[in-house]
């Protein structure tokens, strides 16, 4: 929320910049996109803004006017700098736009340029921004729900001593490691269960830990529980199984993959009746495995050539 509202805080200046201006603006020979008139006006303005917003977020309660607020801190911030941009409204670019579109359309342009502009040259740090929001939600009571902020008051020597110990909106870091947000311990918890950086048990239950935001990355890539298709998959074999798997697999199913393999020698109409002849080929292909390189082959190709070898020694080929 702080930062939200810190975001506001931006595009309300530079609204309030540029519509102090556009009179002069629409009367001028500078360019249309030319914001550095804007830039000037921006600092005294930026006072203006921040003892406003300070002055009405502050009168809320006395006023007895919070049961008209937003629970949504953001909407009663949005209304105030609504309100301090139309004070710096000429009344006659307002008639003016009535008939004139195209000045509604300069007016949004500037507003961006200068937002980008005031962003890009850091005129006014995010840092500063938040500082200003969080005090705004603190004591400034534009938080009316007091959903983001405490709305207990102790008095100065019980916070001493408590030391704000047992306050839900204390802020707290993240223990994660490489997260730097802090949040408030209120919401520590949610924080934790969607923490980009959280370490956490493998989904398909590997024995590694992974950071949260590379999970599915991990799960599809380089996780060895990831399934995999047997690679004998195009030779008819359609298991599937964890990658880490793959040599257990190929173990186990050994015989099946020389089989498949033996028979694409053999014409489809004939493979009937060479099947007896392909089984005895198998028992004494395995029996000659003395080294086990059938069983070490992972793929159809290091398999064909595993048996291969092994049927040129077979025939006393050198």
Known sequence: ?????????????????????????????????????????????????VDYITHRSTSIILDNTEETMSMDPSENLSIFLDDFASTKRNVVVGWLGLGLPYLSDSRDDR??????????????????????????????????????????????????????????????????????????????????EVCPLKLLPCEQHCELS?????????????????????????????SAFPSCNLESHCAQFLQSHLRKILLTHVPVSDRHDHLDLVEKRLLLLEKCDSHATLRKALDVRSLTKALAELEKSLNGQP
């Open 111 to 192: 507003i961006d340029d200068l937002v980008q502009e005031m962003e890009t040259t850091r005129f006014w740090p995010i840092h500063a921004r938040e500082a200003i929001a969080r005090s705004l939600l603190l004591v400034g009571n534009l938080d009316v729900s007091g959903r983001f902020h405490c709305r207990e008051k102790l008095e100065r020597k019980a916070a001493d001593a408590d030391g704000h110990v047992d306050c839900s909106f204390r802020p707290v870091r993240c223990q994660n490691q490489g997260c730097r947000a802090e949040v408030s311990a209120l919401r520590a918890h949610e924080h934790d």
């Open 1 to 49: 929320m702080v930062h939200r509202l810190a975001q506001l805080l931006l595009s309300g200046l530079a609204t309030a910049c540029v519509d102090s201006t556009t009179f002069s603006f629409f009367f001028s020979l500078a360019s249309a996109r030319d914001s550095s008139s804007s830039s000037v006006v921006a600092v005294e303005t930026r006072k203006e803004l």
């Open 210 to 238: 992974v950071i949260r935001s590379q999970m599915d990355r991990h799960c599809i890539t380089s996780c060895p529980m990831k399934l995999t298709n047997c690679p004998f998959y195009q030779l008819g074999c359609e």
